[in-house]
């Protein structure tokens, strides 16, 4: 997609822009989810520099000096990045935008923390220069309202629907991502499975395949140390991120394959692979099948 849309190599510069989640801070719950990680629920807790330019030219530096790279899709990463005001966004997002190398700009968000303003303001930016990718990324997770309730996500999915009904309606020229997690608490395959066909039934532009990890000082960590909660195992993963590709249209762009495997704080799974060994054996798991992506979704 990005070979399609730029006639250069595009890198992601990711940002922490000092966000919140609203299953955090009070208005909807507290404690996040079960697998977040407690202790960056306080910026001041993260590290790093809170200046937008700042971590930009960070980035840009690493890339630059890794791969020689020039040009950059600015990534608000961590958190929820379209709950604040209106004009706070702007200014951070105009910020991002204006700065040296960047060609765009993705803003990871939960579906129900976006309204018709904040996505007037995305429209324009795509409108302003057409060249530019301009993406929101919206964390369904999960289409199993018991599974969202027992991982105190604070939105059910009815709020992903209504988020992408919204978002074409009032800004068709953003791409939009859906993210789904592979493993949560309770999940059982044919759940997995139906989250993976509800998420090709609402055709997102692309999306991001995560597995569920257990992150230390999470609930999560709390309920896998005493036996509440089971990772999968590498094959198990495997077998069920192929069960979804074939499930979401041969159409959509895939992200992301696998979250983080080997990240500092991690407590499992430990699979012993790379990421790339990972969306190996997916792809060897298909070829295996005689499947691919789209071989269990409905023909138009």
């Not at 590709?245 to 790379?274: C, F, M």
């Amino acid at each position: 997609m990005l070979k399609e849309r730029f006639p250069y190599k595009v890198y992601k510069v990711t940002i922490d822009a000092g966000m919140t989640c609203p299953n955090i801070d009070g208005r909807v719950a507290t404690g996040g989810c079960t697998y977040c990680d407690n202790t960056s629920f306080s910026p001041a807790l993260r590290g790093g520099d809170p200046r937008i330019l700042r971590q930009i030219e960070s980035g840009r530096a690493f890339y630059k000096e890794r791969y020689g790279a020039s040009h950059f899709l600015a990534y608000f990463q961590t958190f929820s990045n379209t709950y604040a005001p209106i004009e706070k966004l702007k200014s951070l997002w105009d910020k991002a935008l204006g700065a040296e190398g960047i060609v765009g700009m993705s803003v990871g968000t939960r579906p129900d923390c976006i309204d018709e303003e904040k996505l007037r303001l995305l429209q324009a930016y795509a409108e302003a220069d057409p060249g530019r990718l301009i993406c929101i990324e919206y964390g369904m997770q999960t289409m199993h309202d018991a599974t969202a309730t027992a991982i105190n996500r604070g939105h059910d999915h009815q709020s992903t629907i209504d988020a992408m009904e919204l978002t074409r309606r009032i800004a068709p020229d953003v791409h939009v991502c859906l993210h789904i997690i592979v493993g949560l608490p309770g999940e059982t395959a044919d759940m997995i499975r139906e989250s993976a066909a509800e998420c090709g039934r609402l055709r997102p532009d692309s999306v991001k395949v995560h597995h569920c990890y257990v992150f230390d000082n999470t609930k999560l960590a709390i309920d896998w140390r005493e036996g509440r909660y089971r990772s999968l195992e590498f094959d198990e993963y495997v077998g069920l991120a192929a069960d979804v590709l074939e499930r979401l249209p041969s159409s959509t762009y895939i992200q992301r394959l696998t979250g983080e495997i080997n990240a500092k704080g991690v407590l499992a799974p430990h699979w012993g692979k790379s990421k790339l060994q990972v969306v190996a054996a997916i792809s060897d798991e298909l070829a295996r099948r005689g499947r691919g992506q789209g071989s269990c979704y409905p023909s138009d």
